[in-house]
C-alpha cells in the first residue's frame, strides 16, 4: 500500500498528466486535477469530452494510459495498489443506477459490507436501515429494485455507494435518466451530501444544480481541462471561448 | 472302436511327451467330474437369457443329460467364436453353442451325434389366408436374415417363383417386415423361426422343412472321450424316453394351443429389465449432466476470458465436440481409446464422457451466451464497490445468467436424456437397450418399443416438471 507524501494529504483526489486511449482514439489528454477534503466538485461540458471516462479512471473502471491518479492517499496507476481496497474509499453512482436486479433493496445495499466482511448480516441490515431512513425509502427495504420509479431507484444506487462508508463520491450524470418529475428528490439527496461534508465529482448537466452544490466548476472539452473555477465566477464571467459557446447553448 | 484308437493315440502322444498323468483321460467314468461347456451369448432358442439366467434348448440338454449321465457343468456365455477358441486352447471341455456339424469342424473337433435337425422354412402373417406356398409369390417381396441358410435357400429359389429378396439383419426386423406388409413372407431358419411363432411374433408357416444342417456338441479332437460318449448315451436316453421332444417343444411348439400372452402380461415380464434400463438411463444422465455443467461453466468462462488463448482453446472444445456425432465419440471413448492407451475403458466411463463433452460443448454456449447477456453495468456497479472479479461474478453476474439460462439448461438436460439412448450401439444397457433384449427375445417389437416410449415420455415429463419447479424455487 503506497501512500503519498503529506503535502498532497489535505486533496483527495490528485490527478497528473491523466492520458487516456481507447485504441488509437485519445479521450483524455492529459487532465490536471485536484478535489481537496469535503470539496464539491462538478464536471461539465459537451457530450464526447470525456467526462465519464475522467470519472471512471479515479477508481480504475478503465485502464489509465498514462500519468498519474492519487485518491485517497492511494496510488491507483501502481499495479502494486489492491484496486479492491481503494474501490472501497470511492462510492460510485452510476447514470442507469445498476441495481442487484436479483436482490432486494436492502440486499444491494448490504452486498459490499456483508462480503467483504466488514458487518455481519445484523449489522449490516441495521445500516442498510439506517441509510434507507436517510434517502426517504425506508418502508422499501424489502422490495425489489424492479418495482421502485427511477427517482427510487437511483436514490437506493446512493445508499448502496454509501455502504462501505466511502470518504469520496462519484457521480455520473445521476439524474440524465430520469423522469423532470423525479430529478428533484434525488438532487436533494445529494445535496445533503454535500452539505454533510463528503468530498464528491459529480459530472452533471445540471447547471443550476452545479451552481448550487458546486465548490468548483471543471468545464471539459476535447479530453482536456478547458477551464476551471468558481460556479459563479465560470458561470458568470467565463475567461474561454469555448466556454462560453458552451454555456450559450446550454443555459 | 474309434473311441479306442482314439483313446490309445492320447496314450501314446501322452506318453511321448512323458506326462502319463495324462491317461486319466481316458478314463471311462464322467460320475462327480465338472466340466466347462462353452456356450453363445444369445441365439434364440439355443441359448438365450430370461430374467437374467441363460436358458434355451442346449441349456436344456447339456443340463439334462448331465445330470442324467452324473456330471456337473458349469456354463461359459462366451460368444459362439469365442467359445471355439476356448475349445482349441482347452480352456473349456466343450461346446454346444446351435454349431452346425460340418467337414471343415470335424477337421478339428470331435462331435456328438446329430442332437438337432435344422432346416429352412417360410412364414406368413397368421391372417393371411391367400400365401400358402412359394407358387403365391410371384412379384412379391420375401425377406431373410443376411448370411443365413434361409438366405442361400431364398435366393436359389426366387427366379424360379419370381419374388424379389430382401435381406435384413435382425429377426426381429424381419417378423416386423411382414407383419406391417412390406414383404409378403419371410424364409428363415427353422428353429429361429419356429420359436418366433412359439413366442408368438404374430406368424404361421406355410411349407414343409427344407432339410439343412445338423447341430452337434464338440470336444477337442481326441479329448474329453468319456464326455462325448456320456453325451451320446443322455441323448439317446433322452430321445427314448420322449424328454428330448419335451425340450424342444417348449421352445418350438405352435403357439395355437399355447394361451397367447397379452399386452399386459409383457408390461409385466418386461418391465423389471427396463426399470433396470430406465435407471441406467437416468443415472448415466444425471453423472453426464454434472459433468458437462462444470465443463461448460469451465468453457464458458474461458469463451469470455481477455486471453486469446484461453479463448481459443475454448472455442476449439466447443467445434470440436459441436460438429462431430455423439456416436462417433460412443465408438471412440469405448473401442478407441483402450486400443490406443491400453486402458481398461469402462462402458460407463465411455457413456458419461460421450455424454458430457458433448453436452458441455453446447453448455459452454449457453455459459457464454447467458454470461454476455447481464448488463456490464452489474459487474461494474459490483466492482465499483470493490468487489473482486470473482465475488462479483458469483454473487452478480452468475446469479442473473443462471436465471436466464435454466430454461435453455433443462432443454439440454432433456436432450441428453434422450440422447443417452444412442449408447445402446457400444452396448451400454440404458433403457432402450433394454427393450431391444426383450424383442430379440419375444419378437414383440411394436409393443416393447411402445412400453418403452411411453416410460421414456413418462420420465422426461417428471423431469421437466421438476426442472420447472426447481427453476422457479430458486430463480424467483
Ligand atoms: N469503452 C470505450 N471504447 C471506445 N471508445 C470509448 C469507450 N468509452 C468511451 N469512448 C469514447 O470516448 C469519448 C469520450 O467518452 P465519454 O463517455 O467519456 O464522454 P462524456 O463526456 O461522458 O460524454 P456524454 O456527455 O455523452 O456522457 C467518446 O468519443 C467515446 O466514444
Ligand atoms: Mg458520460
Known amino acids: 500500500m503506497s501512500t503519498v507524501s503529506e503535502q498532497t494529504a489535505t486533496s483527495k483526489i490528485q490527478v497528473k498528466e491523466l492520458r487516456k486511449s481507447f485504441g488509437s482514439n485519445e479521450v483524455l489528454k492529459g487532465i490536471d486535477l485536484q478535489v481537496g477534503e469535503g470539496e464539491v466538485v462538478c464536471v461539465i461540458g459537451p457530450s464526447g469530452s470525456g467526462k465519464s471516462t475522467l470519472l471512471r479512471c479515479l477508481n480504475k473502471l478503465e485502464d489509465i494510459s498514462a500519468g ?11 499495479p502494486k495498489v489492491d484496486i479492491n481496497e481503494v474501490r472501497r474509499h470511492v462510492g460510485m453512482v452510476f447514470q442507469h443506477f445498476n441495481l442487484f436486479p436479483h436482490m432486494s433493496v436492502a440486499e444491494n ?124 465566477e465560470l458561470f458568470g464571467n467565463p475567461q474561454q471561448e469555448r466556454t462560453r459557446d458552451f454555456l450559450s447553448k446550454v443555459l | 472302436m474309434t473311441r479306442w484308437i482314439a483313446a490309445a493315440a492320447i496314450g501314446f502322444m501322452a506318453l511321448v511327451a512323458g506326462a502319463p498323468g495324462a491317461l486319466a483321460q481316458g478314463n471311462e467314468s464322467v460320475e462327480g467330474q465338472t466340466y466347462v461347456i462353452g456356450t453363445d451369448t444369445t441365439f434364440a432358442p439355443f441359448e438365450f437369457r430370461q430374467d437374467g439366467e441363460l436358458t434355451g434348448i442346449d441349456m436344456d440338454l447339456i443340463n439334462t443329460i448331465a ?37 471343415e469342424r470335424k477337421e478339428i473337433y470331435d462331435f456328438s451325434e446329430p442332437y438337432f435337425e435344422s432346416g429352412v422354412q417360410m412364414a406368413v402373417d397368421r391372417d393371411d389366408e391367400t400365401t400358402k406356398g412359394y407358387e403365391d409369390l410371384e412379384g412379391e417381396t420375401v425377406v431373410a436374415k443376411t448370411g443365413s441358410e434361409g438366405e442361400t435357400y431364398a435366393k436359389s429359389i426366387a427366379d424360379e417363383y419370381g419374388f424379389t429378396v430382401k435381406s435384413l439383419d435382425q429377426s426381429a426386423t424381419m417378423y416386423e417386415s411382414v407383419k406391417s406388409g412390406s414383404a409378403v413372407a419371410v424364409i428363415d431358419d427353422y428353429p429361429v423361426l419356429a420359436y418366433g411363432i412359439a413366442q408368438n411374433n404374430g406368424l404361421k408357416t406355410v411349407t414343409d422343412k427344407v ?13 474329453n472321450t468319456a464326455l462325448l460318449a456320456a453325451f451320446n448315451d443322455g441323448l439317446a436316453e433322452l430321445k427314448a424316453s420322449g424328454e428330448y421332444d419335451k425340450i424342444l417343444n417348449e421352445y418350438l411348439a405352435d403357439p395355437s394351443a399355447a394361451v397367447p400372452s397379452n399386452f399386459f402380461d409383457l408390461v409385466a415380464k418386461s418391465l423389471p429389465a427396463l426399470m433396470t434400463g430406465l435407471g441406467n438411463t437416468l443415472l448415466v444422465t444425471a453423472i453426464s449432466f454434472a459433468v458437462a455443467m462444470v465443463l461448460g461453466l469451465l468453457f464458458g468462462f474461458m469463451k469470455i476470458s481477455g486471453n486469446i488463448v484461453v479463448r481459443g482453446i475454448s472455442t476449439s472444445f466447443v467445434n470440436i465436440f459441436r460438429g462431430t456425432p455423439l456416436l462417433l465419440w460412443a465408438f471412440m471413448f469405448y473401442f478407441g481409446l483402450p486400443q490406443l492407451t491400453g486402458w481398461d475403458v469402462s462402458i460407463w466411463v465411455a457413456g458419461v464422457l460421450t455424454l458430457s463433452l458433448n453436452a458441455g460443448a453446447y453448455i459452454a454456449e449457453i455459459v ?42 433443462i432443454n439440454q438436460l432433456i436432450i441428453m436424456l434422450k440422447d443417452s439412448s444412442l449408447l445402446l450401439a457400444i452396448g451400454f444397457a440404458e433403457l432402450l437397450y433394454q427393450g ?22 413418462i420420465a422426461i415429463m417428471a423431469l421437466t416438471k421438476l426442472a420447472n419447479f426447481a427453476d422457479r424455487r430458486f430463480n424467483k
Open chain 1, 68 to 78: 498519474k491518479v492519487i485518491v485517497d492517499g492511494f496510488d491507483v496507476t501502481d
Open chain 1, 109 to 232: 445495499i448490504m452486498l459490499a459490507p456483508v462480503e467483504l466482511k466488514k458487518l455481519n448480516r445484523t449489522e449490516a441490515r441495521a445500516k442498510a436501515e439506517e441509510l434507507l431512513t436517510r434517502v426517504g425509502l425506508a418502508e422499501k427495504a424489502n422490495a425489489r429494485p424492479a418495482s421502485l420509479s427511477g427517482g427510487q431507484k437511483q436514490r437506493v444506487a446512493i445508499a448502496r455507494a454509501l455502504a462501505m462508508s466511502p470518504g469520496i463520491m462519484l457521480f455520473d450524470e445521476a439524474t440524465s435518466a430520469l423522469d423532470p418529475e423525479m430529478v428533484g428528490e434525488v438532487l436533494q439527496v445529494i445535496k445533503e451530501l454535500a452539505d454533510s461534508g463528503m468530498t464528491m465529482v459529480l459530472v452533471t448537466h445540471e447547471m443550476g444544480f452545479a451552481r448550487e452544490v458546486g465548490d468548483r466548476v471543471v468545464f471539459m472539452d476535447g479530453g482536456v481541462v478547458c477551464e476551471e473555477g468558481k460556479p459563479e
Open chain 2, 67 to 103: 445330470e442324467e449321465q452324473g456330471f456337473n457343468v458349469e456354463i461359459r456365455s462366451l460368444g459362439f467364436s469365442a467359445a471355439l477358441q476356448a475349445l482349441s486352447s482347452n480352456q473349456v471341455d466343450g461346446v454346444i453353442a446351435g454349431m452346425s456339424i460340418t467337414d
Open chain 2, 211 to 223: 432339410p439343412g444342417g445338423s447341430y452337434g456338441f464338440a470336444v477337442n479332437k481326441g479329448e
Open chain 2, 368 to 409: 457464454r451466451g447467458g454470461i454476455q447477456s447481464v448488463d456490464p453495468g452489474q459487474l461494474e456497479a459490483s466492482r465499483s464497490l470493490g468487489l473482486g472479479y470473482g465475488k462479483s461474478m458469483q454473487k452478480v453476474v452468475v446469479p442473473q445468467a443462471f436465471k436466464m439460462m435454466t430454461p435453455s439448461l
Open chain 2, 436 to 457: 431391444q433384449q426383450i424383442y430379440a427375445a419375444n419378437f414383440r417389437v411394436t409393443e416393447t418399443l411402445l412400453i418403452v416410449g411411453v416410460i421414456y415420455f
